[in-house]
Protein backbone atom coordinates (compact mmCIF):
# COMPACT_ATOMS: atom_id res chain seq x y z
CA UNK A 1 0.00 0.00 0.00
CA UNK A 2 2.35 2.66 -1.16
CA UNK A 3 0.61 5.45 -2.77
CA UNK A 4 -2.83 4.62 -0.91
CA UNK A 5 -1.75 6.44 2.51
CA UNK A 6 -0.85 9.89 1.24
CA UNK A 7 -4.24 10.39 -0.58
CA UNK A 8 -2.49 12.77 -3.43
CA UNK A 9 -2.60 10.19 -6.15
CA UNK A 10 -5.59 9.33 -7.75
CA UNK A 11 -6.32 5.71 -6.69
CA UNK A 12 -6.44 3.51 -9.75
CA UNK A 13 -9.96 1.47 -8.88
CA UNK A 14 -8.76 -1.88 -8.22
CA UNK A 15 -6.21 -0.40 -5.85
CA UNK A 16 -8.93 0.58 -3.40
CA UNK A 17 -8.71 -2.36 -0.70
CA UNK A 18 -12.72 -1.88 -0.02
CA UNK A 19 -13.46 -3.18 -2.74
CA UNK A 20 -11.55 -6.39 -2.53
CA UNK A 21 -13.05 -6.60 0.94
CA UNK A 22 -17.21 -5.89 0.20
CA UNK A 23 -16.87 -8.45 -3.06
CA UNK A 24 -17.38 -11.88 -1.62
CA UNK A 25 -20.09 -10.83 0.44
CA UNK A 26 -21.60 -9.01 -2.33
CA UNK A 27 -21.52 -11.67 -5.20
CA UNK A 28 -22.96 -14.05 -2.01
CA UNK A 29 -25.76 -12.08 -1.22
CA UNK A 30 -26.38 -11.00 -4.20
CA UNK A 31 -26.69 -14.87 -5.92
CA UNK A 32 -27.84 -16.09 -3.00
CA UNK A 33 -30.12 -13.77 -1.76
CA UNK A 34 -31.38 -10.87 -4.15
CA UNK A 35 -31.27 -12.53 -7.40
CA UNK A 36 -33.90 -15.06 -6.60
CA UNK A 37 -35.73 -12.38 -4.38
CA UNK A 38 -35.99 -10.43 -8.23
CA UNK A 39 -36.94 -13.98 -9.56
CA UNK A 40 -39.57 -14.61 -7.31
CA UNK A 41 -41.28 -11.42 -8.65
CA UNK A 42 -41.14 -12.35 -12.31
CA UNK A 43 -42.32 -16.40 -11.14
CA UNK A 44 -45.31 -14.33 -9.59
CA UNK A 45 -46.60 -13.78 -12.83
CA UNK A 46 -46.49 -17.57 -14.34
CA UNK A 47 -48.22 -20.77 -13.71
CA UNK A 48 -45.04 -22.41 -13.25
CA UNK A 49 -44.82 -26.16 -11.90
CA UNK A 50 -41.43 -26.08 -11.11
CA UNK A 51 -40.10 -28.85 -12.88
CA UNK A 52 -40.98 -27.78 -16.68
CA UNK A 53 -38.43 -25.80 -18.59
CA UNK A 54 -42.10 -24.14 -20.08
CA UNK A 55 -42.18 -21.24 -17.85
CA UNK A 56 -46.11 -19.27 -18.78
CA UNK A 57 -46.30 -15.78 -18.08
CA UNK A 58 -50.35 -15.58 -17.22
CA UNK A 59 -50.45 -12.09 -15.68
CA UNK A 60 -51.91 -10.96 -12.86
CA UNK A 61 -53.73 -13.96 -12.47
CA UNK A 62 -51.90 -15.67 -9.58
CA UNK A 63 -53.29 -12.69 -7.84
CA UNK A 64 -56.27 -12.84 -8.43
CA UNK A 65 -56.51 -16.43 -7.59
CA UNK A 66 -55.49 -15.02 -4.10
CA UNK A 67 -57.98 -12.51 -4.29
CA UNK A 68 -60.89 -14.78 -4.63
CA UNK A 69 -59.46 -18.29 -3.41
CA UNK A 70 -60.85 -18.96 0.11
CA UNK A 71 -57.85 -21.63 1.11
CA UNK A 72 -56.12 -18.05 1.11
CA UNK A 73 -57.98 -15.76 2.62
CA UNK A 74 -58.49 -18.74 5.78
CA UNK A 75 -54.51 -18.59 5.93
CA UNK A 76 -54.36 -14.82 6.15
CA UNK A 77 -57.11 -15.23 8.67
CA UNK A 78 -54.88 -17.88 10.85
CA UNK A 79 -52.04 -15.62 10.13
CA UNK A 80 -53.26 -12.27 11.82
CA UNK A 81 -54.82 -14.39 14.74
CA UNK A 82 -51.37 -15.76 15.25
CA UNK A 83 -49.58 -12.61 14.60
CA UNK A 84 -52.01 -11.28 16.79
CA UNK A 85 -52.42 -13.84 19.78
CA UNK A 86 -48.95 -14.37 19.47
CA UNK A 87 -47.66 -10.57 19.98
CA UNK A 88 -50.07 -9.87 23.23
CA UNK A 89 -49.52 -13.18 25.01
CA UNK A 90 -45.47 -13.35 24.06
CA UNK A 91 -45.45 -9.93 25.20
CA UNK A 92 -47.50 -9.92 28.64
CA UNK A 93 -45.89 -13.57 29.04
CA UNK A 94 -42.18 -11.91 28.87
CA UNK A 95 -42.75 -8.32 30.71
CA UNK A 96 -44.40 -10.70 33.63
CA UNK A 97 -41.21 -12.95 33.37
CA UNK A 98 -38.50 -10.06 33.47
CA UNK A 99 -40.80 -8.06 36.32
CA UNK A 100 -40.10 -11.54 38.42
CA UNK A 101 -36.75 -12.22 37.30
CA UNK A 102 -35.89 -8.74 38.37
CA UNK A 103 -37.42 -8.92 41.85
CA UNK A 104 -37.15 -12.53 43.32
CA UNK A 105 -34.45 -12.20 45.88
CA UNK A 106 -33.13 -16.04 45.13
CA UNK A 107 -31.47 -17.78 41.91
CA UNK A 108 -31.95 -14.84 40.12
CA UNK A 109 -29.41 -16.08 37.06
CA UNK A 110 -31.20 -19.83 37.57
CA UNK A 111 -34.72 -18.09 36.58
CA UNK A 112 -33.16 -16.17 33.78
CA UNK A 113 -32.08 -19.44 32.43
CA UNK A 114 -34.77 -21.41 33.11
CA UNK A 115 -36.95 -18.97 31.21
CA UNK A 116 -34.49 -18.57 28.94
CA UNK A 117 -33.57 -21.96 27.40
CA UNK A 118 -36.46 -22.82 25.15
CA UNK A 119 -35.74 -19.42 22.99
CA UNK A 120 -32.47 -22.12 22.10
CA UNK A 121 -34.57 -25.05 20.75
CA UNK A 122 -35.24 -25.73 17.18
CA UNK A 123 -39.19 -25.52 16.22
CA UNK A 124 -38.77 -29.10 15.76
CA UNK A 125 -38.03 -30.52 18.88
CA UNK A 126 -40.13 -28.38 20.45
CA UNK A 127 -43.28 -28.76 18.60
CA UNK A 128 -42.56 -32.71 18.98
CA UNK A 129 -42.51 -32.54 22.28
CA UNK A 130 -45.54 -30.94 22.65
CA UNK A 131 -47.10 -32.56 20.29
CA UNK A 132 -46.03 -35.94 22.63
CA UNK A 133 -47.49 -33.83 25.90
CA UNK A 134 -50.53 -32.68 23.72
CA UNK A 135 -51.37 -36.20 22.28
CA UNK A 136 -55.06 -37.40 23.16
CA UNK A 137 -54.50 -41.05 24.39
CA UNK A 138 -50.86 -40.61 25.57
CA UNK A 139 -50.15 -37.31 26.51
CA UNK A 140 -49.57 -35.48 29.56
CA UNK A 141 -51.96 -32.88 29.79
CA UNK A 142 -54.80 -35.72 28.99
CA UNK A 143 -53.36 -37.54 31.71
CA UNK A 144 -53.48 -34.21 34.54
CA UNK A 145 -56.59 -33.58 33.63
CA UNK A 146 -57.53 -37.34 34.71
CA UNK A 147 -55.79 -37.48 37.60
CA UNK A 148 -57.25 -34.01 38.47
CA UNK A 149 -60.87 -35.18 37.40
CA UNK A 150 -61.26 -32.85 34.97
CA UNK A 151 -61.55 -36.06 32.14
CA UNK A 152 -64.58 -34.13 30.65
CA UNK A 153 -62.47 -30.87 29.28
CA UNK A 154 -59.78 -33.85 27.39
CA UNK A 155 -59.56 -33.32 23.50
CA UNK A 156 -57.36 -34.26 20.95
CA UNK A 157 -55.48 -31.01 21.18
CA UNK A 158 -53.93 -30.67 17.60
CA UNK A 159 -56.87 -32.77 15.89
CA UNK A 160 -59.53 -30.81 16.64
CA UNK A 161 -59.91 -28.15 14.58
CA UNK A 162 -61.15 -25.89 17.26
CA UNK A 163 -57.61 -26.28 19.21
CA UNK A 164 -55.34 -26.89 16.97
CA UNK A 165 -54.24 -23.07 16.44
CA UNK A 166 -54.61 -22.42 19.74
CA UNK A 167 -52.25 -25.20 20.79
CA UNK A 168 -49.43 -24.49 18.28
CA UNK A 169 -50.01 -20.39 19.74
CA UNK A 170 -49.40 -21.15 23.64
CA UNK A 171 -46.75 -23.35 22.50
CA UNK A 172 -44.48 -21.47 20.82
CA UNK A 173 -45.33 -18.61 23.41
CA UNK A 174 -43.65 -20.73 26.03
CA UNK A 175 -40.67 -21.14 22.97
CA UNK A 176 -40.41 -17.49 22.55
CA UNK A 177 -41.64 -15.78 25.74
CA UNK A 178 -37.70 -15.91 27.21
CA UNK A 179 -36.35 -13.74 24.10
CA UNK A 180 -38.34 -10.48 24.59
CA UNK A 181 -38.08 -11.58 28.82
CA UNK A 182 -34.09 -10.82 28.43
CA UNK A 183 -34.88 -7.15 26.31
CA UNK A 184 -37.67 -6.14 28.94
CA UNK A 185 -34.91 -7.30 31.71
CA UNK A 186 -32.17 -5.21 30.26
CA UNK A 187 -34.97 -2.02 30.41
CA UNK A 188 -36.45 -2.78 33.91
CA UNK A 189 -31.93 -2.64 35.05
CA UNK A 190 -32.49 0.96 33.26
CA UNK A 191 -34.62 2.47 35.22
CA UNK A 192 -33.26 4.54 37.58
CA UNK A 193 -34.32 3.44 41.74
CA UNK A 194 -34.79 6.97 42.41
CA UNK A 195 -37.88 7.67 40.58
CA UNK A 196 -39.24 4.54 41.80
CA UNK A 197 -38.63 5.75 45.28
CA UNK A 198 -39.80 8.78 44.55
CA UNK A 199 -42.95 7.87 43.27
CA UNK A 200 -43.30 5.54 46.56
CA UNK A 201 -42.95 8.43 48.87
CA UNK A 202 -45.78 10.35 46.90
CA UNK A 203 -47.65 7.87 47.82
CA UNK A 204 -47.88 5.19 45.06
CA UNK A 205 -48.09 1.90 45.39
CA UNK A 206 -46.54 -1.12 43.46
CA UNK A 207 -49.48 -1.22 41.05
CA UNK A 208 -49.48 2.52 40.21
CA UNK A 209 -45.52 2.53 40.33
CA UNK A 210 -45.39 0.32 37.60
CA UNK A 211 -48.51 2.00 35.23
CA UNK A 212 -47.03 5.04 35.96
CA UNK A 213 -43.07 4.84 36.18
CA UNK A 214 -41.96 1.15 34.82
CA UNK A 215 -44.55 0.58 32.22
CA UNK A 216 -43.56 3.96 30.27
CA UNK A 217 -39.43 3.82 30.85
CA UNK A 218 -39.98 0.62 29.09
CA UNK A 219 -41.59 2.21 25.56
CA UNK A 220 -38.21 1.73 23.77
CA UNK A 221 -38.39 -2.46 24.51
CA UNK A 222 -42.04 -2.55 23.86
CA UNK A 223 -41.57 -1.24 20.46
CA UNK A 224 -38.83 -3.84 19.82
CA UNK A 225 -40.59 -6.67 21.47
CA UNK A 226 -43.84 -6.28 19.92
CA UNK A 227 -42.39 -5.34 16.30
CA UNK A 228 -39.49 -8.22 16.69
CA UNK A 229 -42.93 -10.98 17.75
CA UNK A 230 -44.56 -9.86 15.20
CA UNK A 231 -42.15 -10.29 12.43
CA UNK A 232 -41.41 -13.36 14.00
CA UNK A 233 -45.12 -14.61 14.26
CA UNK A 234 -45.50 -13.87 10.36
CA UNK A 235 -42.67 -16.60 9.77
CA UNK A 236 -43.60 -19.07 12.48
CA UNK A 237 -43.44 -22.57 10.17
CA UNK A 238 -41.38 -25.46 12.29
CA UNK A 239 -43.73 -25.71 14.68
CA UNK A 240 -46.70 -26.42 12.55
CA UNK A 241 -44.71 -28.73 10.24
CA UNK A 242 -44.19 -31.03 12.78
CA UNK A 243 -47.41 -30.54 15.30
CA UNK A 244 -50.32 -30.54 12.76
CA UNK A 245 -49.07 -30.13 9.17
CA UNK A 246 -51.28 -27.03 8.35
CA UNK A 247 -54.23 -29.59 9.22
CA UNK A 248 -56.48 -30.51 10.30
CA UNK A 249 -57.95 -29.76 7.56
CA UNK A 250 -56.60 -26.16 6.61
CA UNK A 251 -57.23 -25.16 10.18
CA UNK A 252 -53.98 -24.12 10.98
CA UNK A 253 -52.38 -23.51 7.81
CA UNK A 254 -50.96 -20.22 7.62
CA UNK A 255 -49.38 -17.61 4.94
CA UNK A 256 -45.98 -19.26 5.45
CA UNK A 257 -47.26 -22.60 5.81
CA UNK A 258 -49.34 -22.08 2.45
CA UNK A 259 -46.60 -21.07 0.60
CA UNK A 260 -44.59 -24.16 1.23
CA UNK A 261 -47.14 -26.18 0.69
CA UNK A 262 -48.79 -25.17 -2.48
CA UNK A 263 -44.80 -24.90 -4.17
CA UNK A 264 -43.42 -27.93 -3.11
CA UNK A 265 -46.09 -30.49 -2.15
CA UNK A 266 -48.59 -29.70 -4.95
CA UNK A 267 -46.24 -28.28 -7.66
CA UNK A 268 -47.57 -24.93 -8.01
CA UNK A 269 -44.52 -22.92 -7.61
CA UNK A 270 -45.85 -19.72 -9.58
CA UNK A 271 -48.53 -19.40 -7.31
CA UNK A 272 -46.48 -20.24 -3.93
CA UNK A 273 -44.10 -17.40 -5.33
CA UNK A 274 -47.03 -14.73 -6.02
CA UNK A 275 -47.86 -15.57 -2.31
CA UNK A 276 -44.66 -14.86 -1.45
CA UNK A 277 -44.70 -11.48 -2.49
CA UNK A 278 -48.07 -11.00 -0.50
CA UNK A 279 -46.06 -11.61 2.61
CA UNK A 280 -43.00 -10.20 1.89
CA UNK A 281 -45.72 -6.76 1.03
CA UNK A 282 -46.80 -7.19 4.70
CA UNK A 283 -43.15 -7.74 6.33
CA UNK A 284 -41.94 -4.67 3.81
CA UNK A 285 -45.03 -2.79 6.13
CA UNK A 286 -44.34 -3.87 9.62
CA UNK A 287 -40.36 -3.11 9.20
CA UNK A 288 -41.26 0.15 7.47
CA UNK A 289 -43.34 0.95 10.80
CA UNK A 290 -40.78 -0.04 12.73
CA UNK A 291 -37.90 2.14 11.49
CA UNK A 292 -40.45 4.87 11.73
CA UNK A 293 -41.27 4.11 15.06
CA UNK A 294 -37.71 3.34 16.28
CA UNK A 295 -36.73 6.82 14.81
CA UNK A 296 -39.32 8.29 16.41
CA UNK A 297 -37.98 7.47 19.57
CA UNK A 298 -33.96 8.23 19.18
CA UNK A 299 -36.03 11.72 18.92
CA UNK A 300 -37.27 11.75 21.57
CA UNK A 301 -34.49 10.46 23.81
CA UNK B 1 -25.05 -7.31 47.57
CA UNK B 2 -26.01 -4.50 50.08
CA UNK B 3 -29.93 -5.88 49.39
CA UNK B 4 -28.63 -9.17 51.06
CA UNK B 5 -28.74 -7.62 54.29
CA UNK B 6 -32.60 -6.58 54.35
CA UNK B 7 -34.58 -8.86 56.07
CA UNK B 8 -36.36 -11.41 54.09
CA UNK B 9 -40.42 -10.38 53.95
CA UNK B 10 -43.30 -12.54 53.16
CA UNK B 11 -43.55 -10.69 50.08
CA UNK B 12 -39.92 -12.18 49.38
CA UNK B 13 -41.34 -15.57 49.98
CA UNK B 14 -44.24 -15.38 48.22
CA UNK B 15 -42.73 -13.99 45.06
CA UNK B 16 -40.38 -16.70 45.29
CA UNK B 17 -42.50 -19.26 45.21
CA UNK B 18 -44.62 -18.13 42.15
CA UNK B 19 -41.58 -17.75 40.39
CA UNK B 20 -40.38 -21.42 41.03
CA UNK B 21 -43.75 -22.72 39.73
CA UNK B 22 -43.62 -20.79 36.74
CA UNK B 23 -39.98 -21.70 36.17
CA UNK B 24 -41.82 -25.78 36.81
CA UNK B 25 -43.96 -25.09 33.88
CA UNK B 26 -41.07 -23.39 31.53
CA UNK B 27 -39.06 -26.35 32.53
CA UNK B 28 -41.18 -29.47 32.30
CA UNK B 29 -41.38 -29.91 28.59
CA UNK B 30 -37.54 -30.29 28.56
CA UNK B 31 -36.55 -32.46 31.31
CA UNK B 32 -40.21 -34.87 29.55
CA UNK B 33 -38.05 -35.05 26.99
CA UNK B 34 -35.23 -36.08 28.61
CA UNK B 35 -36.75 -38.12 31.11
CA UNK B 36 -38.58 -40.09 28.22
CA UNK B 37 -35.33 -41.01 26.04
CA UNK B 38 -34.70 -43.08 29.14
CA UNK B 39 -37.77 -44.86 29.29
CA UNK B 40 -38.58 -48.05 26.42
CA UNK B 41 -41.62 -47.27 24.49
CA UNK B 42 -44.09 -49.83 26.04
CA UNK B 43 -42.99 -47.75 29.21
CA UNK B 44 -43.82 -43.82 27.83
CA UNK B 45 -47.23 -45.22 26.33
CA UNK B 46 -48.30 -46.75 29.54
CA UNK B 47 -47.61 -43.45 31.99
CA UNK B 48 -46.08 -40.47 30.15
CA UNK B 49 -45.52 -38.60 33.82
CA UNK B 50 -43.70 -41.54 35.57
CA UNK B 51 -40.39 -41.65 36.15
CA UNK B 52 -38.18 -43.80 34.26
CA UNK B 53 -37.41 -47.21 36.39
CA UNK B 54 -35.06 -48.54 34.57
CA UNK B 55 -32.60 -46.85 32.48
CA UNK B 56 -33.07 -47.65 29.18
CA UNK B 57 -30.52 -46.92 26.57
CA UNK B 58 -31.12 -49.27 23.43
CA UNK B 59 -33.16 -46.02 21.68
CA UNK B 60 -29.71 -44.32 21.93
CA UNK B 61 -28.12 -47.78 20.52
CA UNK B 62 -30.26 -47.79 17.76
CA UNK B 63 -30.27 -44.55 16.56
CA UNK B 64 -26.11 -44.59 16.38
CA UNK B 65 -25.95 -47.79 14.98
CA UNK B 66 -28.99 -48.93 13.05
CA UNK B 67 -29.83 -45.41 11.12
CA UNK B 68 -28.16 -42.66 9.38
CA UNK B 69 -28.06 -39.94 12.65
CA UNK B 70 -24.43 -39.73 12.84
CA UNK B 71 -23.89 -38.87 9.41
CA UNK B 72 -26.97 -36.15 10.24
CA UNK B 73 -25.26 -35.29 13.15
CA UNK B 74 -21.85 -34.54 11.30
CA UNK B 75 -23.80 -32.54 8.37
CA UNK B 76 -25.00 -30.50 11.00
CA UNK B 77 -21.86 -30.04 12.47
CA UNK B 78 -19.87 -28.96 9.35
CA UNK B 79 -22.47 -26.78 8.63
CA UNK B 80 -22.62 -24.97 11.57
CA UNK B 81 -18.94 -24.59 11.62
CA UNK B 82 -18.26 -24.06 8.35
CA UNK B 83 -20.93 -21.48 7.52
CA UNK B 84 -19.63 -19.85 11.13
CA UNK B 85 -16.13 -19.21 9.70
CA UNK B 86 -16.71 -18.35 6.61
CA UNK B 87 -19.31 -15.79 8.00
CA UNK B 88 -16.80 -14.59 10.78
CA UNK B 89 -13.92 -13.91 7.12
CA UNK B 90 -16.28 -12.33 5.04
CA UNK B 91 -18.90 -10.17 6.85
CA UNK B 92 -16.48 -8.18 8.81
CA UNK B 93 -14.38 -7.07 6.25
CA UNK B 94 -16.64 -6.04 4.50
CA UNK B 95 -18.66 -3.78 6.96
CA UNK B 96 -14.85 -2.67 7.81
CA UNK B 97 -14.64 -1.42 4.17
CA UNK B 98 -18.02 -0.39 4.18
CA UNK B 99 -18.04 1.86 7.47
CA UNK B 100 -14.07 3.13 7.00
CA UNK B 101 -14.53 4.34 3.37
CA UNK B 102 -18.13 5.88 3.79
CA UNK B 103 -18.53 7.19 0.26
CA UNK B 104 -22.15 7.08 -1.76
CA UNK B 105 -20.98 3.99 -3.23
CA UNK B 106 -19.95 1.89 -0.08
CA UNK B 107 -23.33 3.50 1.72
CA UNK B 108 -25.51 2.50 -1.29
CA UNK B 109 -24.16 -1.35 -0.60
CA UNK B 110 -24.87 -0.51 2.75
CA UNK B 111 -28.34 0.11 2.16
CA UNK B 112 -28.54 -2.63 -0.59
CA UNK B 113 -27.49 -5.02 2.23
CA UNK B 114 -30.06 -4.06 5.05
CA UNK B 115 -32.66 -4.48 2.31
CA UNK B 116 -32.04 -8.08 2.78
CA UNK B 117 -32.79 -8.40 6.50
CA UNK B 118 -36.77 -7.57 5.75
CA UNK B 119 -36.29 -10.38 2.65
CA UNK B 120 -37.94 -13.74 4.77
CA UNK B 121 -36.39 -16.55 3.37
CA UNK B 122 -40.17 -18.16 1.95
CA UNK B 123 -40.05 -15.11 0.00
CA UNK B 124 -37.06 -16.29 -2.31
CA UNK B 125 -36.87 -19.99 -1.22
CA UNK B 126 -38.90 -21.17 -4.78
CA UNK B 127 -36.68 -19.41 -6.69
CA UNK B 128 -33.38 -20.40 -5.01
CA UNK B 129 -34.46 -24.21 -5.23
CA UNK B 130 -34.44 -24.01 -8.86
CA UNK B 131 -31.01 -21.65 -9.29
CA UNK B 132 -29.03 -24.03 -6.75
CA UNK B 133 -30.04 -27.18 -9.10
CA UNK B 134 -29.08 -24.54 -12.26
CA UNK B 135 -25.33 -24.17 -10.50
CA UNK B 136 -25.41 -28.08 -9.61
CA UNK B 137 -25.19 -27.09 -5.52
CA UNK B 138 -28.51 -28.87 -5.42
CA UNK B 139 -27.69 -31.55 -2.60
CA UNK B 140 -24.27 -30.46 -1.82
CA UNK B 141 -23.34 -28.88 1.53
CA UNK B 142 -21.63 -26.02 0.19
CA UNK B 143 -24.96 -25.16 -1.43
CA UNK B 144 -26.85 -24.22 2.30
CA UNK B 145 -23.16 -22.84 3.47
CA UNK B 146 -23.11 -20.39 1.00
CA UNK B 147 -27.16 -19.63 1.59
CA UNK B 148 -26.84 -19.24 4.93
CA UNK B 149 -23.58 -16.64 4.34
CA UNK B 150 -25.78 -14.65 1.82
CA UNK B 151 -29.02 -14.81 4.23
CA UNK B 152 -26.97 -13.18 7.29
CA UNK B 153 -24.88 -10.26 5.60
CA UNK B 154 -27.49 -7.93 6.12
CA UNK B 155 -27.54 -8.72 10.03
CA UNK B 156 -24.01 -9.24 9.94
CA UNK B 157 -22.93 -6.20 8.55
CA UNK B 158 -25.63 -3.98 10.85
CA UNK B 159 -23.86 -5.33 13.34
CA UNK B 160 -20.19 -4.83 12.85
CA UNK B 161 -20.61 -1.13 11.18
CA UNK B 162 -22.40 0.12 14.06
CA UNK B 163 -19.70 -1.31 16.71
CA UNK B 164 -16.62 0.03 14.33
CA UNK B 165 -17.88 3.60 14.60
CA UNK B 166 -17.19 3.47 17.86
CA UNK B 167 -13.54 2.15 17.06
CA UNK B 168 -10.97 4.81 17.04
CA UNK B 169 -8.98 5.24 13.50
CA UNK B 170 -5.48 6.35 14.87
CA UNK B 171 -3.92 3.04 15.63
CA UNK B 172 -5.03 1.97 12.03
CA UNK B 173 -3.37 5.28 11.13
CA UNK B 174 -0.16 4.81 12.44
CA UNK B 175 -0.13 1.43 11.21
CA UNK B 176 -0.26 2.61 7.51
CA UNK B 177 1.61 4.86 8.19
CA UNK B 178 4.24 1.97 9.46
CA UNK B 179 3.72 0.39 6.03
CA UNK B 180 1.28 -2.19 7.14
CA UNK B 181 -0.81 -3.64 4.22
CA UNK B 182 -4.84 -3.65 5.01
CA UNK B 183 -5.30 -6.57 5.01
CA UNK B 184 -2.61 -6.69 7.82
CA UNK B 185 -4.41 -3.91 9.78
CA UNK B 186 -7.87 -5.40 9.69
CA UNK B 187 -6.24 -8.87 11.32
CA UNK B 188 -4.01 -7.52 13.59
CA UNK B 189 -5.54 -4.48 14.86
CA UNK B 190 -9.15 -4.09 14.07
CA UNK B 191 -10.52 -7.58 14.34
CA UNK B 192 -9.17 -8.57 17.27
CA UNK B 193 -10.99 -5.19 19.02
CA UNK B 194 -14.28 -6.66 17.39
CA UNK B 195 -14.06 -9.25 19.58
CA UNK B 196 -17.59 -8.64 21.40
CA UNK B 197 -19.56 -8.64 17.95
CA UNK B 198 -18.11 -11.54 16.61
CA UNK B 199 -19.27 -13.49 19.61
CA UNK B 200 -22.66 -12.30 19.29
CA UNK B 201 -23.01 -13.41 15.29
CA UNK B 202 -21.53 -16.44 16.18
CA UNK B 203 -23.52 -18.08 19.12
CA UNK B 204 -26.45 -16.55 17.75
CA UNK B 205 -26.02 -17.39 13.57
CA UNK B 206 -24.84 -20.86 14.70
CA UNK B 207 -27.76 -21.77 17.04
CA UNK B 208 -29.97 -20.76 14.17
CA UNK B 209 -28.23 -22.47 11.25
CA UNK B 210 -28.24 -25.66 14.13
CA UNK B 211 -31.40 -25.54 14.79
CA UNK B 212 -32.94 -24.70 10.73
CA UNK B 213 -35.19 -27.06 9.23
CA UNK B 214 -36.59 -25.58 6.28
CA UNK B 215 -33.63 -24.93 4.13
CA UNK B 216 -31.20 -28.07 4.81
CA UNK B 217 -34.78 -29.92 4.13
CA UNK B 218 -35.63 -28.26 0.81
CA UNK B 219 -32.03 -28.43 -0.65
CA UNK B 220 -30.86 -32.07 0.20
CA UNK B 221 -32.04 -34.01 -1.77
CA UNK B 222 -34.30 -36.97 -0.67
CA UNK B 223 -32.09 -39.82 -0.14
CA UNK B 224 -29.54 -38.30 1.26
CA UNK B 225 -28.60 -38.16 4.63
CA UNK B 226 -29.90 -34.43 5.88
CA UNK B 227 -29.21 -32.46 9.04
CA UNK B 228 -30.16 -33.56 12.46
CA UNK B 229 -33.12 -31.48 12.55
CA UNK B 230 -34.51 -32.52 9.12
CA UNK B 231 -33.66 -36.47 10.25
CA UNK B 232 -35.74 -36.00 13.18
CA UNK B 233 -38.59 -34.37 11.49
CA UNK B 234 -38.91 -37.40 9.07
CA UNK B 235 -38.50 -40.01 12.18
CA UNK B 236 -41.72 -38.22 13.37
CA UNK B 237 -43.22 -39.29 10.44
CA UNK B 238 -41.59 -42.32 10.04
CA UNK B 239 -40.69 -44.15 13.53
CA UNK B 240 -44.37 -42.76 14.41
CA UNK B 241 -45.00 -45.38 17.08
CA UNK B 242 -41.80 -45.47 18.48
CA UNK B 243 -41.52 -42.17 20.61
CA UNK B 244 -38.46 -43.26 22.24
CA UNK B 245 -36.56 -43.16 19.29
CA UNK B 246 -37.41 -39.35 18.74
CA UNK B 247 -36.82 -38.52 22.20
CA UNK B 248 -33.60 -39.72 22.58
CA UNK B 249 -32.51 -38.07 18.87
CA UNK B 250 -33.84 -34.84 20.09
CA UNK B 251 -31.77 -35.49 23.75
CA UNK B 252 -28.94 -35.80 21.16
CA UNK B 253 -29.59 -32.62 19.51
CA UNK B 254 -30.06 -30.76 22.63
CA UNK B 255 -27.06 -31.51 24.81
CA UNK B 256 -24.73 -29.61 22.35
CA UNK B 257 -27.06 -26.37 22.87
CA UNK B 258 -26.72 -26.75 26.27
CA UNK B 259 -23.42 -27.16 26.56
CA UNK B 260 -22.85 -23.63 24.98
CA UNK B 261 -25.29 -21.94 26.13
CA UNK B 262 -24.18 -22.98 29.82
CA UNK B 263 -20.78 -21.68 28.85
CA UNK B 264 -21.20 -19.14 26.57
CA UNK B 265 -24.65 -17.40 28.60
CA UNK B 266 -23.22 -14.06 28.67
CA UNK B 267 -23.08 -13.99 24.94
CA UNK B 268 -26.45 -14.92 24.09
CA UNK B 269 -27.93 -12.79 26.15
CA UNK B 270 -25.90 -9.56 25.07
CA UNK B 271 -26.34 -10.76 21.43
CA UNK B 272 -30.35 -10.96 21.75
CA UNK B 273 -30.15 -7.42 23.39
CA UNK B 274 -27.17 -6.06 20.77
CA UNK B 275 -29.56 -7.82 17.72
CA UNK B 276 -33.23 -5.95 19.29
CA UNK B 277 -31.41 -2.93 19.91
CA UNK B 278 -30.18 -2.24 16.64
CA UNK B 279 -32.53 -4.39 14.34
Same mark, same amino acid.
Given at each position: MNAANSGMKKKQWWRNYAIWFILPAFLLYTTFVMVPTFSSIYLSFTSWDGISDNIRYIGLENFKEIWNSPRV????????????? !??? =??????????????????????? $?????? +??????????????IILNYNFGVVNQVLDMIGLSAIKTDWLGNPDYALLSIILSTVWKAAGYYMIIYLAGLQGIPQELLEAASIDGAGKWKQFIHVTFPLLAGATTVCVMLSMINSLKLFDQIAVMTNGGP?????? =??????? @?????? $?????????? @???? =???????????? !???REVQM | MAKAKTPITSGNIILFIITLLIALV??????????????????? !??????? +??????????????KTDYPRAMLNSAFLTVGSIIAMVVIIPMAAYAIERTNRKWTNAIYIFFLFGMMVPFQVYMIPLFKQLNMMGLFGNLMGPIMI????? @??????????????????????????????????? $???????? +?????????????????? !?????????????????????????????????????????? +?????? =????KYFVKGVSSGAIKG
Open positions: HNALTNTIIVAVA !LVL =LENIVALVLAILVDQVRWFKNLF $RSIFYF +PVLMSGIIMGFIWMGFATET =LTYIIYR @VAFGEG $RQGFGTALAI @VLFI =LILIISLIQIRL !LRK | FVFPIFFNIMSAFKSNAAI !LRDAIAF +PTEFYTDSFKYLLTYIAGS @VGFGVLLYTSFLKGVPREIEESAEIDGCSRIGIFW $RIVFPLLG +PVTASMVVLQGLGIWNDF !LMPMLVLPSGQTKTMIVELFYYVGEFSSRWDMIFAGTTMSLV +PVLVAF =LSLQ
